[in-house]
């Protein structure tokens, strides 16, 4: 993979405060852009496909979400991986910044050479990504990523896993039972509604159809929709 020709692209408040990071990551990549105002980056998106965006989710006078708004307005092919990052540890702003639509939540390490991993693995999976042709759904179980045509969605962790179970067994029906011993190690977890819940959630993400339902058997994904 040639790291010259990934775009990055950075938007923060001074490019003072990540000034160390920016020199470091620009011995290992040739285009990195930062921009310290919402206009001049709006701008060059529209001209421009970056691999991943970078957001200061303190920026301001606007927020990081605001941004990601505007982003996701103007569609891109393919479309960049949008990271929210921050020093701020709180679980419930991760969980805000996901739900949002951002690709990926990180705190903001001083040591540049844990960001240029980070891009790293990014860059990989997104070639893997293009490199399975043959499906409309790919997994990746580093990133506990489920990306749709390319478009990564994130999904709870249990609910990933019982995405990735029917996923890789799409030939076979699992029974509640069969899904509260796999998934949660509990058999009494068929009694509840828990695994109705997920199946709901997963729908809501990919379409009612993704996963097939026969009463008295239990579930099965829907082999169709996810290859070509």
Request: no cysteine.
């Amino acid at each position: 993979m040639d790291l010259s020709i990934n775009l990055i692209v950075f938007i923060e408040n001074s490019i003072d405060q990540i000034f160390k990071t920016i020199s470091h990551l620009k011995t290992k990549y040739q285009n990195i852009d930062v921009f310290v105002t919402e206009n001049s980056f709006l701008e060059f998106f529209k001209k421009n496909s970056p691999d991943i965006i970078f957001i200061n989710l303190d920026l301001k006078p606007n927020d990081a979400f605001y941004i990601l708004k505007e982003i996701k307005q103007i569609e891109k092919q393919p479309n960049p991986y949008v990271v929210i990052y921050t020093e701020n540890n709180d679980d419930f702003v991760q969980e805000f910044a996901l739900n949002s639509g951002a690709d990926f939540f990180i705190n903001f390490h001083q040591k540049p050479v844990m960001i240029e991993l980070f891009i790293k693995n990014i860059l990989k999976r997104k070639v893997k990504t293009k490199l399975d042709v043959k499906k409309k759904i790919y997994i990746d179980l580093d990133s506990y990523l489920i990306f749709k045509e390319g478009k990564p969605f994130q999904l709870p962790r249990k609910e990933f896993m019982l995405f990735e179970l029917l996923y890789n067994n799409s030939d076979k029906y699992f029974s509640k039972v069969d899904l509260a011993k796999i998934i949660w190690a509990d058999e009494s977890m068929a009694l509840k509604r828990t695994i109705d819940v997920h199946i709901y959630n997963i729908r809501q993400f990919f379409g009612k159809n993704i996963i097939l339902s026969k009463k008295g058997i239990g579930y099965s994904l829907n082999k169709k929709l996810i290859e070509f």
